[in-house]
T-cell receptor, first 110, second 113 residues
């Protein structure tokens, strides 16, 4: 039982490049979330999903897209990366309230 | 939307002393309040939570109190140990719906041996 995993762990992008971050969970959780964590700003919700095939916007959705084609996976896409998207990205999943976080992806956009 | 404020942003205590971190929230519909601990370079992990129908909850050296009227909740750590050093985040949510969680900006706790 791996819990919540994220791929990749670290990535460097140039401005304008695209990439996809993958979150996978093996706990059969309905709810999944993508957060970004920046110094002094805590965790801010980007997008979330309440079930397979559904997605919703969080606090800071601009510049990101998501997909939940399979219950166990939640993908976060950056179509045209900007330096302001340099951050640590955490995925989380939950059955009800308790969220379980992945190990994080550190993204640097130059 | 909900707004969660957390204070202080940094806190240093001597080993064995108590530490208190406070959060306020703005949306009276919020009914679930978790606290997460994040060690350096690690993922946030839930340490304790409280629901709006409860005023206080304890788990060994950790306790959380909730004042619904004033819309604030606090984390209390007694007999602090060096391994308690970490960043602590509070959050607020309307539970049972997979709704958004709103996090505070974090408190960096240092326990001085």
């Amino acid at each position: 039982n791996a819990g919540v995993t994220q791929t990749p762990k670290f990535r460097v992008l140039k401005t304008g490049q695209s990439m996809t971050l993958l979150c996978a969970q093996d706990m059969n959780h309905e709810y999944m979330y993508w957060y970004r964590q920046d110094p002094g700003m805590g965790l801010r919700l980007i997008h979330y999903s309440v079930g397979e095939g559904t997605t919703a916007k969080g606090e800071v959705p601009d510049g990101y897209n998501v997909s939940r084609l399979k219950k166990q996976n939640f993908l976060l896409g950056l179509e045209s990366a900007a330096p302001s998207q340099t951050s640590v990205y955490f995925c989380a999943s939950s059955l009800r309230e308790t969220q379980y976080f992945g190990p994080g992806t550190r993204l640097l956009v130059l | 939307g909900e707004n969660v404020e957390q204070h202080p942003s940094t806190l240093s205590v001597q080993e064995g002393d108590s530490a208190v971190i406070k959060c306020t929230y703005s949306d009276s519909a919020s009914n679930y309040f978790p606290w997460y601990k994040q060690e350096l370079g690690k993922r946030p992990q839930l340490i304790i939570d409280i629901r709006s129908n409860v005023g206080e909850k304890k788990d060994q050296r950790i306790a959380v109190t909730l004042n619904k009227t004033a819309k604030h909740f606090s984390l209390h750590i007694t007999e602090t140990q060096p391994e308690d050093s970490a960043v602590y985040f509070c959050a607020a949510s309307m539970s049972d719906t997979g709704n958004q969680f709103y996090f505070g900006t974090g408190t960096s706790l240092t326990v001085i041996p």
